[in-house]
């Protein structure tokens, strides 16, 4: 088992930035997947940028080159550094983990780009 609080989501410009964090339950050295997904009004689910093995990350297309995740192993957090937004990146952002192929999600945590 594992719990995920998500943080930091809230409204911005477009151009803007965003920082979200992902507190995990347990240390996230034990967590076999963990990452970013999103989901926006009237669409699915989507993953957004996650690590795999080790810390390789995988990012989604429209997202490379302006979002970044990167983790904190002794606050046992993840965070998404996001760039450059623009009002696609509207949704609702889930942090998830994968333990012995168990999905474990967060909350969720709002972005709004607007002007």
């Known amino acids: 088992q594992v719990q995920l609080v998500e943080s930091g989501g809230g409204l911005v410009q477009p151009g803007g930035s965003l920082r979200l964090s992902c507190a995990a339950s347990r240390p996230i050295f034990s967590i076999n997947l963990m990452g970013w997904y999103r989901q926006a009004p009237g669409k699915e689910r989507e993953l957004v940028a996650t690590?795999?093995?080790?810390?390789?990350?995988n990012y989604a297309d429209s997202v490379k080159g302006r979002f970044t995740i990167s983790k904190d192993n002794a606050k046992n957090t993840v965070y998404l550094q996001m760039n450059s937004l623009k009002p696609d990146d509207t949704a609702v952002y889930y942090c998830?983990?994968?333990?012995?192929?168990?999905?474990?999600w967060g909350q969720g945590t709002l972005v709004t780009v607007s002007s």
């Open positions: 690590f795999t093995s080790g810390s390789s990350t």
């Open positions: 998830n983990a994968r333990v012995l192929g168990t999905n474990f």
